[in-house]
């Protein structure tokens, strides 16, 4: 018996199809397996119990995903539940936070075994070997427990999504995950394609896929829009994807697809990308029905983002956005402050420099977030690492709030991001959002909106963001909307 189970996530009443399990969940036949969703269950933990004794025949195998921050702690309080239930299911680890820390799982009692990077094949070969005996020595991408050594096989090499079965949408029911969004009433997401071809030193998705990029065809994509639209009605639609605009020719054709369709979209992108898309393109795509699309614009700091391996400057930024305001597109630029390097100095060019693009159009959507150091090789991590941070030697320490706070990227708690640096960037943030209120909040009446940008100008017209205590009671009364990082 194979259960799949996503711990929760996110706020309760805002789920998102679970795409790690019906990954897995495609390779194998309905009957074979059952998925459960904490993001919808109230009580995945006596669900998940329930399947196993309804079939106790044969290995038990739990395959879990995760990702660092409030999943990761509840994978971790989930699964002690599920051992003292039943020490004898095999709880198998898979996603972006084991595929980073196969070792510390592997020390806990937690884990038996762990599918690092792209999952299916490997969670497939184990359950095989489990279910009939095996060679894991042979199943490539998988860690494990060998007597008193834990043993990480070699790397499996990606395989493109377009070798794969569709996700079973079926076992769990899209209109279940139908959500309204400030794109629209119905919302869907989907993933387009894997990785990312660039070398951001601070991204943990060049880390797990080693620089390679792998998309669906866009036939293939179209087919899985339909599918949402004739199935749930959607009228609006998300690409998670780490890079959906990596090439202009897929674009177009996915773009093409999709205009006079009714549907709202939005992506993720890199800033030199829209800037080398033709105008064609561009057109194309705001057609079709893209209203914003999400860039890494990173730091206000050109020495930042060259240590970062970022390959884009601050000028660029700024003419990106008024490339795509221009075809009547919403740039939402991200950032990154606290970096290692002079952190005072790195804050206040960043700072000033959001002032500069909300000076030029104050449509522009704004994300702040905090440094938080991946364990892969660069001069980010490295000099992270000399400066005294480091990660918890138990996994079990993931679950502790400082390291949930530090996953979503608000709250990092490393050595040179100092309490006075914190606080500058929050109390700007505050003003920041309340002069310019997010698009993206669909609970914001315009009223509120207004009373809003009433409150905040002052403080941020004249920089005086010290002590906002007005601005704290009223975000904290109407619960204002924060963004945040996914936590790998």
Not at 18 to 27: E, H, I, N, T
Not at 48 to 63: A, C, T, Y
Not at 188 to 201: A, K, Q, R, T, V
Request: glycine share 6%; aromatic share 12%; charged share 25%.
């Amino acid at each position: 018996m194979i259960v799949l189970y996503n711990p929760r996530a996110i706020t309760v009443g805002q789920p998102r199809l679970p795409k790690s399990v019906l990954a897995l969940g495609r390779m194998f036949e309905t009957d074979r397996y059952e998925i459960v969703d904490a993001n919808l269950d109230p009580d995945p933990v006596q669900t998940i119990l329930s399947h196993f004794r309804r079939r106790p025949q044969g290995p038990r195998i739990l395959g879990l995903t995760t990702m660092q921050g409030p999943q990761l702690r509840n994978a971790i309080r989930d699964t002690q539940q599920l051992r003292r239930a039943d020490p004898s299911l095999v709880l198998v680890w898979g996603g972006y936070f084991p595929s980073q820390h196969a070792q510390v799982c592997l020390e806990s009692p937690l884990a038996d075994y762990v599918v690092r990077g792209q999952g299916e094949l490997t969670f497939v070969e184990l359950t095989q070997a489990l279910q009939q005996g095996g060679d894991l020595s042979a199943i490539r991408g998988l860690s494990w427990r060998r007597g008193g050594e834990i043993v990480h096989n070699p790397e499996r090499p990606i395989v493109g999504l377009n070798q794969f079965p569709h996700y079973p949408y079926d076992k769990v029911g899209l209109r279940r995950y139908v959500m309204p969004s400030y794109l629209g009433s119905r919302t869907l997401s989907h993933f387009s394609s894997l990785g990312c071809p660039y070398n951001c030193d601070f991204c943990a998705i060049t880390e797990v896929f080693r620089r390679r990029w792998y998309a669906e065809e866009p036939e293939r994509t179209l087919a899985v829009i339909e599918r949402f639209r004739r199935e749930a009605q959607i009228n609006a639609l998300e690409f998670f994807d780490g890079d959906f605009f990596v090439n202009q020719d897929r674009v177009r054709a996915i773009a093409a697809g999709l205009r006079g369709q009714g549907i709202t979209w939005w992506g993720e992108s890199r800033v030199d990308h829209m800037l080398d898309y033709s105008e064609s393109t561009l057109r194309l795509i705001q057609q079709s029905g893209c209203s914003m699309i999400y860039l890494g614009a990173d730091s206000g700091d050109d020495a930042i983002l060259a240590l970062a391996e970022k390959e884009q400057t601050t000028r660029q930024i700024v003419e990106c956005g008024r490339r795509l305001t221009s075809f009547g597109i919403t740039p939402e630029f991200s950032f990154i402050v606290g970096y290692p390097f002079e952190p005072e100095r790195e804050i206040e060019r960043t700072l000033q420099f959001i002032r500069r693009l909300k000076a030029e159009n104050p449509a522009y959507e704004i994300l702040i977030f905090r440094y938080t150091p991946v364990p892969r090789p660069g001069a980010v991590y490295n000099d992270s690492v000399k400066q005294g941070f480091e990660y918890p030697k138990r996994l079990e320490q993931w679950a502790d709030e400082k390291w949930v706070l530090f996953s979503t990227m608000r709250v990092p708690h490393t050595p040179w991001f100092t309490r006075k640096l914190e606080k500058k960037v929050r109390n700007f943030e505050l003003a920041m959002l309340s002069k310019f209120p997010t698009a993206t909040d669909i609970r914001q009446t315009p009223r509120v909106r207004s009373f809003l940008r009433r409150l905040g100008s002052w403080r941020y017209d004249r920089e005086l963001y010290g002590f906002p205590l007005e601005l704290k009671l009223v975000h904290k009364w109407i619960h204002y909307r924060q963004v945040e990082a996914e936590g790998f």
